[in-house]
């Protein structure tokens, strides 16, 4: 099961299902919510409650909190990040882009004010569209780089504040795609949440965008994780 983070939707992962889908493995890719880790965390084991057999969880940017958060689930084997955050208990995603200098999310969103029903109001945060191409895809062509910001997904502001209750990492094998020219979480935050984990590491020079412009080195690290809890 693949899953999306925020500003995006599944369809990153279409190289990743089509590379996964000719080795033989069935893939779903669900759309995240991307309003809270409690939210999305309760819709993926909903998910997880319609699959028979053992699950493999992978997930880009902050998908890996939902992934971390649900992944206690019994039926999940292993946990696959590709530039995804890896939280612990505790935790917020917005406390791993602060615990290292260098990410440039901070500085390249935008909060917006919405009117709810009840006439409250809410905030969801989009990804500024002049800056998502060089800050997020550098090595995506900027044709698809240009569809991606087109057809981004809100992220409720509670995606990003709200701290998680679990870790599946403290008790499931995880892998890390760790990406070497990522600008939006720090390279010395991947390094430092894969090696807390004991994860398995695989760097790639690549952008935030990996399940774009490296789609095989992602499911290359998929299969490795299936073929180990098979082995």
């Given at each position: 099961?693949?899953?999306?983070?925020?500003?995006?939707?599944?369809?990153?992962?279409?190289?990743?299902?089509?590379?996964?889908?000719?080795?033989?493995?069935?893939?779903?890719?669900?759309?995240?919510?991307?309003?809270?880790?409690?939210?999305?965390?309760?819709?993926?084991?909903?998910?997880?409650?319609?699959?028979?057999?053992?699950?493999?969880?992978?997930?880009?940017?902050?998908?890996?909190?939902?992934?971390?958060?649900?992944?206690?689930?019994?039926?999940?084997?292993?946990?696959?990040?590709?530039?995804?955050?890896?939280?612990?208990?505790?935790?917020?995603?917005?406390?791993?882009?602060?615990?290292?200098?260098?990410?440039?999310?901070?500085?390249?969103?935008?909060?917006?004010?919405?009117?709810?029903?009840?006439g409250t109001t809410g905030t969801?945060?989009?990804?500024?569209?002049?800056?998502?191409?060089?800050?997020?895809?550098?090595?995506?062509?900027?044709?698809?780089?240009?569809?991606?910001?087109?057809?981004?997904?809100a992220m409720g502001l509670a995606?990003?504040?709200?701290?998680?209750?679990?870790?599946?990492?403290?008790?499931?094998?995880?892998?890390?795609?760790?990406?070497?020219?990522?600008?939006?979480?720090?390279?010395?935050?991947?390094?430092?949440?894969?090696?807390?984990?004991?994860?398995?590491?695989?760097?790639?020079?690549?952008?935030?965008?990996?399940?774009?412009?490296?789609?095989?080195?992602?499911?290359?690290?998929?299969?490795?994780?299936?073929?180990?809890?098979?082995?």
């Amino acid at each position: 099961m693949l899953l999306h983070g925020a500003f995006e939707d599944a369809s990153i992962w279409n190289r990743v299902i089509q590379r996964l889908q000719s080795d033989g493995y069935s893939v779903i890719a669900p759309a995240n919510p991307l309003q809270g880790v409690s939210i999305d965390a309760a819709y993926l084991r909903s998910v997880l409650d319609r699959i028979e057999g053992p699950v493999i969880l992978a997930a880009h940017s902050y998908g890996g909190a939902v992934i971390t958060e649900a992944g206690v689930d019994p039926k999940v084997k292993a946990l696959v990040y590709a530039a995804a955050v890896m939280p612990a208990a505790g935790e917020a995603a917005e406390q791993l882009l602060d615990r290292f200098p260098g990410s440039s999310f901070p500085t390249s969103t935008e909060p917006v004010t919405f009117t709810l029903p009840d006439g409250t109001t809410g905030t969801y945060l989009l990804y500024q569209a002049d800056k998502f191409h060089s800050q997020v895809a550098a090595d995506v062509p900027a044709s698809e780089a240009a569809l991606m910001v087109a057809t981004q997904r809100a992220m409720g502001l509670a995606a990003l504040t709200e701290k998680l209750t679990a870790a599946a990492w403290t008790t499931k094998p995880s892998y890390q795609v760790s990406t070497l020219q990522d600008l939006a979480i720090p390279l010395a935050e991947q390094r430092f949440e894969a090696e807390r984990a004991g994860a398995h590491v695989t760097e790639v020079d690549s952008s935030h965008a990996v399940t774009v412009s490296r789609p095989d080195v992602v499911a290359d690290v998929i299969e490795q994780a299936a073929r180990a809890i098979t082995d």
